[in-house]
């Protein structure tokens, strides 16, 4: 059985860089058949896809948030990373990460197992 768990801080300053950490178990984040995404949802807002990190760590980013956006991996623990600079309150926002099959090499945009969320506050 496959898990994502979110960690981090919950409450962040404006102006701070977010860092937040997924890690998974019950398969790698090589495997070449996933991919590996974060994704956020504002209150009372919809999903906002952040960006995503291949099987061979390339990496993929909304348009959104590239400037201010990265994301790593630590094969070595299974996790990959998030983190968003020049946080501001609209930043705000439950933070997800989530795995998404391949078709062959072609992303499905869908997604099979997802954490559970974490609540990141941007106040001062």
């Known amino acids: 059985q496959v898990q994502l768990q979110e960690s981090g801080p919950g409450l962040v300053k404006p102006s701070q860089t977010l860092s937040l950490t997924c890690t998974v178990s019950g398969g790698s984040i090589a495997t070449s058949n996933y991919t590996w995404s974060w994704i956020r949802q504002p209150p009372g807002k919809g999903l906002e896809w952040v960006g995503v990190i291949l099987h061979d760590g390339r990496t993929y980013y909304s348009s959104s948030f590239k400037s201010r956006t990265s994301i790593s991996r630590d094969t070595s623990k299974n996790q990959f990373s998030l983190q968003l600079s020049s946080m501001t309150p609209e930043d705000t926002a439950v933070y997800l990460c989530?795995?998404?099959?391949?078709?062959?090499?072609?992303?499905?945009?869908?997604?099979?197992?997802w954490g559970q969320g974490t609540q990141v506050t941007v106040s001062s």
């Open positions: 989530a795995r998404e099959p391949l078709e062959g090499s072609v992303r499905t945009g869908t997604y099979d197992y």
